[in-house]
């Protein structure tokens, strides 16, 4: 996403009281450039259900294996036990070959996710052994960088809108849309200032 890009996102979302106070406070999210689409997925199921530092390091260690390169094709020829012996567990074993082997067979082409829809990327990916909605949408987010995604199964996106506005409880998936309504089509970059609020708690 391009600083112009960016610049026309914020004009847009501080018109939301709530939200133009976090784009005063925090600062302007930045976007990587060229990240491969295969090591991202890979270094998503690597990460689930772990803290952000010990995803972290099982990664470094998961590429560590390969010095060419995090290939669909590396992947799929190390053998299970060299994948558990850096700190996967047998069912993330199973899953980044199942994506190494969709990888190179087709039914996952990143070739054509330029013109296709979020949420036929969505379904596209979800194909993948261990790719949920919520793996898909980081996808979206930070590898293709789709300004207007809304991850409604992030407990990071869930507590930090709850604390926005004031809510009792955690909002469903419908409250979060219909909360979210007014930051389209930019809530990619809405929800960069929310993780930012919740980490400065």
Known sequence: MSPAQIKKALAHLTRDKKLAALIKKFEKPEFERNRDPFESLCRAVVGQQLSVKAAATI???????????????????????????VGLSNQKASYVHDLAKKFLDGTVNPKNFHEMTDEAIREHLIA?????????????????????????????????????????????????????????????????????????K
């Not at 990664?59 to 036990?81: C, D, E, H, I, S």
């Not at 898909?136 to 992030?154: E, K, Q, S």
């Not at 849309?177 to 930051?183: G, H, I």
């Open 59 to 85: 990664y470094g260690r998961f590429k560590a294996l390969y010095p060419r390169g995090v290939t669909p094709r590396a992947v799929a020829k190390t053998k299970p036990q060299a994948l558990r012996k």
């Open 128 to 200: 993948v052994k261990g790719v949920g909605r919520w793996t898909a949408d980081m996808f979206l987010m930070f590898t293709l960088h789709r300004p207007n995604v809304l991850p409604t199964g992030d407990l990071g996106i869930q507590k930090s809108m709850q604390l926005l506005f004031k809510l009792r409880i955690l909002p469903t998936h419908e409250k979060m849309v219909s909360l979210a309504e007014p930051w389209h089509p930019y809530r990619t970059i809405a929800c960069h200032y929310l993780w930012d609020s919740l980490d400065n």
